[in-house]
């Protein structure tokens, strides 16, 4: 069994005195990986791809030649394309379905060595908060079997609590790299909106997605975001703002001004644990210095309902592309064009996705998008003033990542808007475009993981990480 690194710079200086050697870390946790199959992270495995690769990296490694990634096994969401693979979003109507092209992140992962062992279960094209919505069936957590690991990223969060991988990456449209990382004890960073490209991301709400790493130290998120994030002519909502080498630039973050959320610690429906949690980790900012004050936020209440509305309706018109015509799934039972897109909707997505896709409809239906479309776009802008005039006083708004820990496997709500406002820290970030980090903060008396979570300026992810780094160490 390989042992578990909190950091890549462990990895390589173990590597540097001939302790360990790539392959052999892809040996180990290939092991891993078995030996915690019923967890149920991955849809795949690659392998002997990854251990021939190993090979190849450890001996550019003897060569000096090897890129910054060199000894970082990594595994990556089943929503993210990797040509000549499989990828299937966790649906039915992907499952036979292999990526003609590499996403952008991919080839960026690869030219600088990274070993990509496999995909990872994840929702139903990222549509849920707990994995359970996945056509291969939900993952565990690893640290209590009988509860979810968190969603939609489940997998990939999992892979690396469980030492399956050294770090994942996942995608965030509403929380789903930064909740599983919470539910499992990891650092999940959800960077500013524009700042990685989604070219040959399998796309659920494009104004919301970005892609983020799951990692144990702020120091490998730092270096995954630096070799992902930049420029690439195939994302045109991809900024121009200079990417710095965030990992190298780490340092103390000096004197802050931090915000908390009233509600955070005053509302029934967030978990007692996490309260105190959040209340101490008050008290040691507080006795180190910082300036740590409570905020109301008006439109609170507004988050989810905004949220919702906004990523159903854009995920109604991007998930019109599967129509059992130009790829994916298609229905035996199809007899003509109308039966094809019907029976292969109806039969290829779950039944979540087809929630989404017909309240999406229903939102943007000429109608209703003035009632709700058109009005969850305003609420979005008074969201995002809000909450720019909060981080022009403060540099960080401090908030748990989500209301409760992991929840048991089959106990979410047969309500689904009752699971949608368990989103309800993660969602601001998303809506508002911001880079936001889900920080471990220890385990609650059941030993079950805790995570809060930092909020920042857009495109500040350097004070985040400086600070999250100290945050950790407190
Ligand atoms: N739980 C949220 C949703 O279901 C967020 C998911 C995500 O970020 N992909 O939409």
Not at 388 to 411: C, R, S, V, W
Request: aromatic share 8%; net charge neutral.
């Amino acid at each position: 069994m390989t042992k578990s690194y909190t950091s890549l710079g462990e990895i390589k200086s173990e590597i540097a005195i001939g302790k360990i050697t790539v392959e052999k870390l892809v040996q180990g946790y290939i092991a891993n990986i078995t030996a915690n199959s019923h967890l149920n992270a991955f849809n795949e495995v690659f392998e002997n791809e990854a251990l021939t690769r190993a090979i190849e990296i450890d001996a550019r490694i003897g060569q000096g030649t090897a890129g910054k990634l060199a000894g970082m096994v990594i595994a990556i969401k089943d929503n993210i394309c990797y040509k000549g693979h499989k990828v299937t979003a966790s649906s039915k109507i992907l499952k036979d379905f292999t990526s003609v092209y590499s996403s952008t992140i991919v080839e960026r992962l690869l030219a600088e060595d990274a070993v990509i062992i496999g995909r990872c279960n994840c929702d139903e094209f990222g549509m849920g908060a707990a994995n359970e919505n996945s056509y291969f069936g939900p993952v565990k957590n690893h640290a209590d079997e009988t509860r979810v690991s968190g969603g939609s990223s489940g997998g990939s969060a999992v892979a690396v609590q469980a030492n399956m991988c050294h770090a994942a990456i996942g995608t965030d449209t509403g929380g789903s790299v930064r909740q599983p990382a919470a539910f499992c004890g990891l650092v999940g960073l959800k960077p500013t909106y524009g700042r990685i490209s989604r070219h040959g991301i399998i796309a659920y709400a494009s104004s919301f997605d970005q892609v983020g790493p799951i990692t144990r130290s702020v120091e490998d998120a730092a270096l995954l975001l630096e070799v992902m994030a930049g420029n690439d002519e195939y994302d045109g909502t991809l900024s121009s703002t200079a990417v710095p080498s965030f990992s190298k630039e780490i340092k103390a973050p000096g004197v802050k001004k931090i915000a908390y959320l009233q509600e955070a610690l005053s509302s029934p429906g967030v978990d007692a644990e996490i309260k105190n949690t959040l209340v101490n980790y008050i008290d040691k900012l507080r006795a180190e210095g910082h300036t740590v004050k409570p905020i109301a936020f008006d439109y609170l209440d507004y988050m989810v309902p905004a949220y919702y509305i906004l990523a159903m309706a854009e995920a109604s018109s991007n998930l019109s592309r599967y129509d059992g015509v130009h790829y994916g799934y298609r229905s035996p039972a199809a007899t003509d064009l109308a039966s094809t897109y019907k029976r292969s909707r109806s039969e290829g997505f779950g039944k979540e996705v087809k929630r989404r896709i017909m309240l999406g409809t229903f939102v943007l239906s000429a109608g209703y998008y003035d009632a709700y479309f058109s009005k969850a776009q305003k609420v979005r802008r008074l969201i995002r003033e809000k909450t720019d005039a909060i981080l022009q006083e403060y540099d960080f708004i401090l908030i748990p990542t989500a209301p409760e820990p992991a929840f048991a496997i089959g106990k979410l709500e047969k309500d689904p808007v009752v699971t949608y406002l368990s989103d309800i820290f993660t969602v601001q970030a998303s809506l508002t475009g911001a880079p936001a980090i889900s920080l471990p903060a220890g385990n609650n008396s059941k030993g079950l993981p805790l995570g809060l979570q930092l909020i920042t300026k857009h495109f500040d992810e350097q004070e985040l990480l400086n600070f999250s780094k100290y945050f950790l160490e407190l």
